[in-house]
């Protein structure tokens, strides 16, 4: 890839996909492409220069889809994370970074980093990305810990996605409990679990009255007996 986009300004996507793509992913690319969809999904990129993606404003217009590429090692500590984010099927490893709020609250939405070799918990720091729907780290065998509560709290989190990792959710929390009724996580039961036993007591409830109409109808007919 050529390292200049600087005159490319108005540019609104980008797709170079499935093309054998090597090397470095140019740093002028979320510098100076704002507003735009960039994919280079499927291809052999091993390199990214977080510590040179230094225009935030530019980044939290962005979409980035660097998925099933050549990457590995950690990720930069703090970097800024683009609108959308896919870095699934690497070998990315490590803890995930903290969410970096110095120029403000990131604009992120997507966060999708599953198949990886990424380890530890869900750092705390990423709660307070506001925009944050989605949450895909599944397939990351090496994470582990229980999910910080304060995931319940994320005004617009939807989807929390983790299998195939040792994340745990929190128990016989108030909070937590009335997330899952709402948002679709990897908790055991977590979408269906409220719903059964909705349908537990109605069953219960309606076989009682079904059984008072039966006693009912019995005592009826006896009666009207000659």
């Not at 990720?75 to 995930?96: D, Q, R, V």
């Not at 990131?106 to 729907?133: D, E, H």
Request: glycine share 6%; charged share 10%.
């Amino acid at each position: 890839l050529p390292d200049k986009f600087d005159s490319l300004t108005s540019l609104t996507s980008l797709t170079i996909t499935n093309t054998q793509l090597s090397g470095s992913v140019p740093p002028t690319i979320l510098n100076n492409l704002s507003n735009c969809e960039i994919d280079f999904n499927i291809n052999q990129l091993t390199s990214i220069p977080w510590n040179q993606w230094t225009n935030s404003k530019a980044l939290s217009n962005s979409s980035l889809n660097l998925s099933t590429n050549k990457f590995s090692g950690g990720l930069s500590y703090k970097i800024y994370w683009p609108k959308e984010i896919y870095l699934t099927t690497n070998a990315f490893s490590g803890p995930l970074p903290e969410l970096n709020t110095t120029t403000g609250i990131p604009t992120i939405s997507y966060l999708g980093v599953g198949s990886n070799k990424f380890t530890g918990n869900l750092p705390i720091s990423l709660t307070q990305a506001t925009y944050l729907a989605s949450i895909y780290v599944s397939s990351n065998y090496g994470m582990s810990g229980q999910i910080p509560v304060e995931y319940a709290s994320m005004p617009y989190l939807r989807t929390l996605q983790f299998y195939g990792t040792s994340l745990t959710c929190p128990k016989d929390n108030y909070q937590w409990d009335n997330f899952e009724n709402y948002a679709y996580t990897s908790c055991p039961y977590s979408y269906d679990h409220h719903d059964y036993i909705g349908w537990y007591i109605a069953l219960y409830i309606g076989g009682i009255v079904l059984l008072l109409i039966i006693a009912a109808l019995i005592i009826f007919c006896a009666t009207r007996s000659p």
